[in-house]
């Protein structure tokens, strides 16, 4: 299975981002976690297959996670942060098979 994540880059203080992950098989769960320097690698947001989702409580009402088909997530940044710089990696969960791991892509944001 691979992760394949798009939508990195660099946003202003304010503006809205949306990080794209499409995995080549189904997962029950899949997740954004974003890592920035010196700090512990965090969950952003997950989402399971039947829809429930998760948020850390620094991008609740500010953030927004989609499925489509069990392989396509979406998260909607609005409003972002100095400290949601970070890079973001997407997560995969398939029961049986394991937790799987997409390559980072790094999100900037400018003041």
């Known amino acids: 299975v691979q992760l394949q994540a798009s939508g990195g880059g660099v946003v202003q203080a304010g503006g809205s981002l949306r990080l794209s992950c499409v995995s080549s098989g189904s997962m029950q769960r899949m997740a954004w976690y974003r890592q920035a320097p010196g700090r512990e690698r965090e969950l952003v947001a997950n989402?399971?297959?039947?829809?429930?989702t998760n948020y850390a409580d620094s991008v609740k009402g500010r953030a927004t996670i989609s499925i489509d088909n069990a392989r396509k997530i979406d998260l909607q940044m609005d409003n972002l942060k100095l400290d949601d710089a970070a890079v973001y990696y997407c997560?995969?969960?398939?029961?049986?098979?394991?937790?799987?791991w997409g390559p980072g892509t790094q999100v900037t944001v400018s003041s």
């Open positions: 989402i399971y297959s039947n829809g429930n």
């Open positions: 997560n995969g969960f398939k029961p049986g098979k394991g937790t799987y």
